[in-house]
Nanobody
């Protein structure tokens, strides 16, 4: 069982930056691949970024590639999402998610692949 708690959301102007954090409970964090998703009002929850359990492999949605960066610290049981050059269309509730992975370098992009979810943190980008 893994419990996830996101933090770091807020209000920022377009072009600004935010760093989201996701703190995980449990002693087996390094066995979980992690992902970030976001959901804007009236829209589906969409994939943003994923990172393998080792942290050596990452993958991004086209909409955030080159602007966002995902990382993790297995010693601290945490995963991060650095968001730069933010746009108003990045406004959403951001969720982190975890899935137990048998492979060191695999990442996952589909919602149904993830077993555990945080409660979300609001990111609002003003124009």
């Amino acid at each position: 069982q893994v419990q996830l708690v996101e933090s770091g959301g807020g209000l920022v102007q377009a072009g600004g930056s935010l760093r989201l954090s996701c703190a995980a409970s449990g002693r087996t964090f390094s066995s979980y691949a992690m992902g970030w998703f976001r959901q804007a009002p009236g829209k589906e929850r969409d994939f943003v970024a994923a990172i393998s359990r080792s942290g050596r492999s990452t993958y991004y949605a086209d909409s955030v590639k080159g602007r966002f960066s995902v990382s993790r610290d297995n010693a601290q049981n945490a995963v991060y999402l650095q968001m730069n050059s933010l746009k108003p269309e990045d406004t959403a509730v951001y969720y982190c998610a975890a899935v137990s992975s048998p492979y060191d370098s695999n990442w996952y992009v589909r919602r149904y692949e993830y077993d555990y979810w945080g409660q979300g943190t609001q990111v609002t980008v003003s124009s």
